[in-house]
């Protein structure tokens, strides 16, 4: 059995989520759409998914829009919000250290429809400050977007400084999360956050690929990304995917159940791990940190891709740094100002509900068996 230590590139999916799906797919499988008795059941499972979603944001089901995934939630988010602010000004304001789901949709924001965009250095371990915020906001800000976990360094942002000065100084202007890597990993509450749009995926909490949400607070008349058949209360178009909604469902209720417990020992076993590489391995750095999934590591002068083959060969999945991109180095370490030989020597480990210490501790062993082993052969020049 391979040992995952990949969890903020994607999640297995939980057993409650599994159930769920198979009955969705097998037994109420009709289009929710359909006025007949077994539409009206598939209906009422996409309402009992979306309940279940908005507790653990807390916010209200009708806050709550499903979609496809983080990416399109984003694009929904940014896309839509901008234009919809448009009256109040062109100026958009994120960071460096945003998801690509983020960066690219801003670039073309700012490339084809005139918008000005800000883009924030983060600070030295990914997070963005509040103050740097406040210092950067213009009376023409329309849109402030900031992510609440880095998903390369676990930094946790203080969305809820960066809201207050948002609505202090810009109290038009709206305020989107990516919290694809925060919710059900680090406390999340739309209601004392202060955003306007949240954005959620569920393959990162233990639902299936193909599902996400997108709260839209309350009295925020956000136009649709998708037009169409009018689903969604006309917010989001298409069939609704009801097997992965009372997937995302469950697995929203399952990780809301087991919140305290999970991050408690998932804070326990980062803080194992991180003290054992350090004692372990001279001059290792760990990059970052604060939410209890994420662990980012560095030994400088080592390259990542290296290391990784020998971690593979023992059937151990790490990452190299963000997963969602193929090759190039990670755009995120080099904006927190960290030198070439630490970015290339950058390995993410990510952990989950289900990760033992075992797995923990096999994953120590290997890296520290990795460096010795290697020492002459991959040293670079
Ligand atoms: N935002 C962040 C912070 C992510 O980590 C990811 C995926 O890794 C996404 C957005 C994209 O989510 P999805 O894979 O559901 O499109």
Redesign the pocket.
């Known amino acids: 059995m391979s040992i995952y230590l990949d969890n903020?590139?994607?999640t297995a999916v939980c057993p409650e989520a599994a159930k769920a799906a198979l009955e969705a797919m097998t037994v109420q499988y009709a289009n929710p759409g359909s006025p007949h008795a077994m539409g009206r059941a598939a209906a009422a499972l996409v309402e009992r998914g979306r309940a279940q979603v908005a507790r653990a944001l807390d916010c209200l089901p009708e806050e709550l829009f499903f979609t496809s995934?983080?990416?399109?939630g984003?694009n929904w988010a940014l896309r839509r919000g901008a234009e919809y602010n448009a009256r109040h000004g062109k100026h958009l304001l994120s960071s460096q250290a945003e998801?690509p789901?983020?960066l690219r949709t801003l670039e073309e924001l700012e490339a084809r429809q005139g918008f000005t965009l800000t883009l924030l250095k983060p600070e030295r371990d990914g997070s963005v400050s509040p103050d740097a915020v406040r210092a950067a906001l213009r009376e023409d800000t329309c849109l402030v977007s900031l992510?609440c976990?880095?998903?390369e360094t676990g930094a946790v942002t203080d969305l809820a400084a960066v809201a207050r000065a948002v609505r202090e100084r810009c109290p038009k202007a709206l305020i989107h999360t990516?919290a694809?890597?925060g919710f059900l990993h680090v406390p999340l509450s739309a209601r004392s956050l202060g955003a306007d749009l949240i954005?959620l995926?569920?393959?990162?909490v233990h639902a299936p690929?193909g599902i996400?949400a997108l709260y839209i607070r309350k009295g925020l008349n956000l136009p649709p990304l998708l037009t169409g058949g009018g689903q969604e209360s006309g917010r989001r178009s298409g069939t609704p995917a009801v097997e992965l909604i009372a997937a995302f469902g469950a697995a929203a209720e399952r990780g809301m159940q087991s919140f305290a417990a999970d991050s408690a020992r998932m804070a326990e076993l980062r803080g194992h791990m991180a003290r054992r590489l350090r004692a372990e391995n001279p001059g290792l750095l760990l990059l970052g940190g604060g939410a209890p999934q994420l662990l980012s590591l560095s030994l400088p002068g080592w390259r990542s891709e290296v290391l990784m083959n020998f971690l593979e060969a023992r059937d151990i999945c790490v990452a190299r740094s963000?997963?969602?991109k193929r090759g190039g180095r990670s755009q995120v370490l080099a904006a927190m100002g960290l030198p070439g030989d630490v970015i290339d020597g950058a390995i993410r480990v990510s952990l989950s509900r289900y990760t033992t210490r075992e797995e923990a501790d096999a994953f120590c062993d290997a890296l520290r068996d990795a460096r010795e082993r290697l020492r002459s052969s991959v040293r670079r020049r």
């Open positions: 903020a590139a994607t995934c983080g990416t399109e984003n998801h789901a983020v992510m976990v880095n998903n990516d694809v890597q954005t995926s569920g393959h990162k690929k996400g963000s997963a969602c």
